[in-house]
């Protein structure tokens, strides 16, 4: 990889999030995950402008990277750990659309800062955020 040293760590620690995050939605209830994804406390007074944009550059080599496909949620859920441990806070957003043959689809979206890290692609109907 002719990546950044930085960008690889980043990689490296998306791919567990990633991980971890599909198999957390699997084992515990939606209460207790808002609880281990909460945003940061306090946050620091000088923010790293770039790294919503790493997070998102390495989210997205580790999609690459791992032998399945992570939903929005499960992406959501990793950069915001990612995020959270830095002290940067985000908020993720869960929301519905109803296209026009009434099968409802749900999403899941990440913004820190001003940039959407995991996309919101559309016109959702936001139903909860944290």
């Given at each position: ?23 957390l939605l699997r084992l515990l209830s939606f209460e207790r995950i808002t609880r281990i994804y909460a945003n ?6 000088l923010h790293n402008d770039k790294l919503p944009w790493e997070v998102k550059t390495a989210l997205r080599y ?69």
């Amino acid at each position: 990889m002719a990546l950044p040293w930085r960008v690889r760590w980043l990689t490296a620690e998306a791919c567990l999030e990633l991980t971890a995050g599909g198999l957390l939605l699997r084992l515990l209830s939606f209460e207790r995950i808002t609880r281990i994804y909460a945003n940061p406390e306090s946050a620091p007074s000088l923010h790293n402008d770039k790294l919503p944009w790493e997070v998102k550059t390495a989210l997205r080599y580790a999609g690459h990277l791992l032998p399945w496909k992570s939903k929005c949620l499960v992406r959501a859920l990793a950069a915001r750990k990612m995020l959270a441990r830095r002290k940067f806070p985000s908020t993720l957003s869960l929301g519905v659309l109803r296209p026009g043959n009434h099968k409802t689809a749900a999403h899941a979206w990440l913004t820190a800062g001003n940039l959407e890290v995991v996309e919101k692609n559309g016109e959702w109907t936001e139903l909860f955020s944290f």
